[in-house]
Every structure is written in C-alpha cells, then in structure tokens.
C-alpha cells in the first residue's frame, strides 16, 4: 500500500480564496483524522471521521473550515475564505477501527503545507 | 478531556548521551499510549506504543514503559545518535478512538 496520500504537497493562496485539501486513506481502513501543526500550537485534532461519518468536529476552528467524506478512500479539509492565520502544515492520518481499534496506531501521510498571503 | 503533557524542548544533547523525555497522561479509561517521531519535512511516524499498564514499547533502542499509577509513559534511549534529531510526539488514544498528541519535543543531537 502507499500509504496516507495527501494532495497538494505545497499551496499557496491570497487571502479570501478557497482552499481544498484532499487525503485517501491506506485501504481498509476506516478511521480517518485532520490535523493541523503550527509552531504555536502544536499539533491539533480538527476533526476525525469513522466509516466516513463525522464523530468529533470540535476541533474545527471556525465556520469557515469543513470536511468531508464521501467514501471511505477520499477525505477533503476545505477552508472557505482562508485567512493568513490559517497558513500550517495540515495532516490526514487513517488507522484500523475494527475492534480494538484503541490499540492500533495511526499512519500519517506526508503533510500539505498552506500559505496564505 | 483526555490530554497528555510532555517536557519543553528543546533538548540538545550530546551523541551517545542518554534520553529521557518525560510524559504525562490524563484519561478515562484504559488508554493506549505512543511514541511518534517527525523528521523535518516528513509527517509523524509511530516510534513505539503500549496497550496496556506495565507494557513496554520498544523499537530502534528507544523504549516507554507504560505506568498507569503515576499515569506516565517517559522516552529513553541509552545511547542517542545525531539522526535521532527530531520532534518526538507523545499520544493517547482510548473510548471513542479519539487520538490525542502532546505539543512535541524538539531532539537536537550534536557530534
């Protein structure tokens, strides 16, 4: 498998213009997460999917973020308008939710980097 | 809420010195606990984990032994090596699957 892939690895966008990030899980699995890491706030759970329905969104920062799911290999973090406080690394990670699932760890992909001027 | 606290960093140290890097846990439940590590550049990597108390997780000889009456889980390395420059993640996942990281501690490693 490849892994968490996450697209695009780099954006940069002015401030005011929608932004969309987009993850597929490992296959199989069916828990899926967004984080964002900045230098301030470290690492911060916005939201975490299970069988592609939402369980915790009370990460989201503001109205203007949403995420979907609409099937178990595709995810999207949209930020609508973005804001240059937006601008950090955003990661989707995926793990297994079969029982026991509190066992099992979570596999990150490779990040999206988001600037906005 | 569940949280997890680990020391400030950064931490220089160096090679072939000896590692601790404390962690701290609050939940409910029976949590499991990991280690993640993060190379510039890259996203998190599960380093090592433990499902439950008196469990040790190792792997790469770094080892966290989970202790559930003092509620830590500290990072060790007897012998630290510059590529084990990095962040390194302490994280708690328990009822609800809700995974929960700490802020990160920075590993500077000098030859």
């Known amino acids: 498998d490849a892994g968490v892939i996450q697209s695009p690895r780099h954006e940069v966008t002015e401030m005011g213009q929608e932004v969309t990030l987009r993850c597929k899980p490992i296959s199989g699995h069916d828990y899926l997460f967004w984080y964002r890491q900045t230098m301030m706030r470290g690492l911060e759970l916005l939201i975490y999917f299970n069988n592609n329905v939402p369980i915790d969104d009370s990460g989201m920062p503001e109205d203007r973020f949403s995420a979907k799911m609409p099937n178990a290999s595709f995810s999207t973090l949209k930020i609508q308008p973005s804001e240059p406080r937006d601008s950090a690394v955003y990661f989707c990670?995926?793990?297994?939710?079969?029982?026991?699932?509190?066992?099992?760890?979570?596999?990150f992909g490779q990040g999206t980097r988001l600037t906005v001027v | 809420g569940n949280s997890v606290t680990q020391m400030e960093g950064p931490v220089t140290l160096s090679e072939e010195a000896f590692l601790t890097i404390n962690c701290t846990y609050t939940a409910t439940g029976y949590p499991s606990l990991f280690w993640y590590v993060q190379y510039p550049g890259e996203g998190l990597q599960l380093l090592l984990k433990a499902t439950k108390a008196d469990d040790k997780g190792s792997n790469k000889g770094f080892e966290a032994t989970y202790r559930k009456e003092t509620t830590s889980f500290h990072l060790e390395k007897g012998s630290v090596q510059v590529s084990d420059s990095a962040v390194y993640f302490c994280?708690?996942?328990?009822?609800?699957?809700?995974?929960?990281f700490g802020a990160g501690t920075i590993l500077r490693v000098k030859s």
């Open positions: 994280a708690l996942r328990s009822g609800g699957n809700k995974l929960v």
């Open positions: 990670a995926s793990s297994l939710g079969r029982q026991g699932a509190v066992n099992t760890e979570a596999f």
